[in-house]
């Protein structure tokens, strides 16, 4: 029985932690971070593929938490996909380090490695280097913050060849 918690509770946190490198952003400020973002280019994952238009809308919890709506278009069916989740801070709310969950008990990390000062885009990953997104205010960003994100990513290990760029039309 203790090998068995003693496995469930390695399953259940396996999804935390950062990839090597990637250090939270400090100062954050929920607040400000809350609201819609568009997903301008991401790592391909099987619960995201095929969908274009996609958002990601933040709402506070009544329990301190963050709502997360998270919804894209299939670009086959036309079809518009939602997922409902909900995110906490692992440390402390001033650092951009959270678990989200939408699967009931299970959590991943959200980690904010990159955040401009007036909250227009963020460098996000997850908990190793196979997620990792370029999320923004706007559906268009400039090219030199793509570079920035591509640049940056790279450096930190993360397999920037296989990025999708999002189509936002």
């Given at each position: 029985?203790?090998?068995?918690?003693?496995?469930?509770?390695?399953?259940?946190?396996?999804?935390?932690?950062?990839?090597?490198?990637?250090?939270?952003?400090?100062?954050?400020?929920?607040?400000?971070?809350?609201?819609?973002?568009?997903?301008?280019?991401?790592?391909?994952?099987?619960?995201?593929?095929?969908?274009?238009?996609?958002?990601?809308?933040?709402?506070?919890?009544?329990?301190?938490?963050?709502?997360?709506?998270?919804?894209?278009?299939?670009?086959?069916?036309?079809?518009?996909?939602?997922?409902?989740?909900?995110?906490?801070?692992?440390?402390?709310?001033?650092?951009?380090?959270?678990?989200?969950?939408?699967?009931?008990?299970?959590?991943?990390?959200?980690?904010v490695f990159e955040l401009d000062d007036d909250y227009?885009?963020?460098?996000?990953?997850?908990?190793n280097h196979d997620y990792l997104w370029l999320l923004?205010?706007?559906?268009?960003?400039?090219?030199?913050?793509?570079?920035?994100?591509?640049?940056?990513?790279k450096a930190l290990g993360f397999d920037v060849d296989?990025?999708?760029?999002?189509?936002?039309?």
């Amino acid at each position: 029985m203790r090998r068995l918690s003693l496995l469930l509770l390695l399953l259940l946190s396996g999804c935390m932690g950062m990839p090597d490198g990637v250090t939270p952003v400090r100062h954050f400020e929920t607040e400000r971070y809350l609201g819609t973002w568009y997903e301008v280019a991401r790592l391909d994952h099987s619960f995201e593929r095929g969908l274009e238009r996609v958002s990601a809308e933040y709402q506070p919890r009544e329990d301190g938490g963050i709502r997360v709506i998270n919804r894209g278009v299939d670009s086959e069916s036309g079809e518009i996909k939602e997922a409902v989740g909900k995110a906490y801070f692992v440390n402390d709310n001033q650092q951009g380090y959270l678990k989200v969950s939408f699967f009931g008990p299970f959590y991943g990390s959200y980690v904010v490695f990159e955040l401009d000062d007036d909250y227009q885009y963020a460098f996000v990953s997850g908990y190793n280097h196979d997620y990792l997104w370029l999320l923004a205010r706007d559906t268009v960003v400039s090219p030199e913050l793509k570079a920035r994100f591509v640049a940056r990513s790279k450096a930190l290990g993360f397999d920037v060849d296989g990025l999708i760029w999002v189509n936002q039309q």
